[in-house]
């Protein structure tokens, strides 16, 4: 957690600090990312940073916690929170993540880093400390849908949660398998469009989509209860 001489900072210092960390940790993995360049980037002394955090990891969690609350909350702010159907905001939040990663460059870049991480004896697995806030995130709105009777109260919404934040890892492997692009590369390139139709795009999602709900939809448990 940042120390509160960070948080006291001017925002355009606060700022700066966040944006040269942020380059710096998406460019590099973290073993290889250096605390000097950052200090640079940022024009503060090198020492000044362990004045705002406790050190190198704490700084790299940060940053993590900060393009993840950002990615989210775009995510959010795209749904119609109203909608009772499941897979219908499903859809919506894997659609507005795609676009999230190809609007903002700086923090999708480290987002994707962090997801190809190997265990690190500081940080442990960056990649599983991501999907966990996915988790957490889509646990919510499966929740909320078995209270409603909306999809089956048969199986545990942790599992749910866990198995969907992965798939949702997995479909972008599958697109950028079948389209023969790198979502990275795009990111780098500042291309904010991916080298497939907005129909393909969509079709790829409800075909995953049409796996899901004929398998989560309550109805169909009924039916087979008959």
Known sequence: MPKDTFLNLPPDKKQSIVTAGLDEFSRHNYATAAVSRIAAK???????????????RDFYFYLLDFAADAKLDYITRSLDLTEADFFVLYKRMLLAGTKFDLE?????????????????AEIGNAATRLLERS???????????????????????????????RISVSIGDYLMRKYNFSLLSLIREGTSRLPLSETELENAIDGLIACLRNGLERHLLARQSD
Not at 108 to 116: D, E, F, K, M, P
Not at 135 to 162: H, M, V
């Open 42 to 56: 940022a024009g503060v002394a090198k020492g000044s940073l362990y004045q705002y955090f406790a050190d190198k």
């Open 104 to 120: 903002q460059a700086a923090y999708s870049r480290l987002l994707y880093n962090a997801g190809q991480e190997k265990h690190h």
């Open 135 to 165: 988790q957490e995130y889509l646990k919510n709105f499966l929740a909320a849908a078995q209270t409603d009777g909306r999809i089956r109260r048969d199986i545990d919404c942790d599992l749910l949660a866990y198995l969907i934040s």
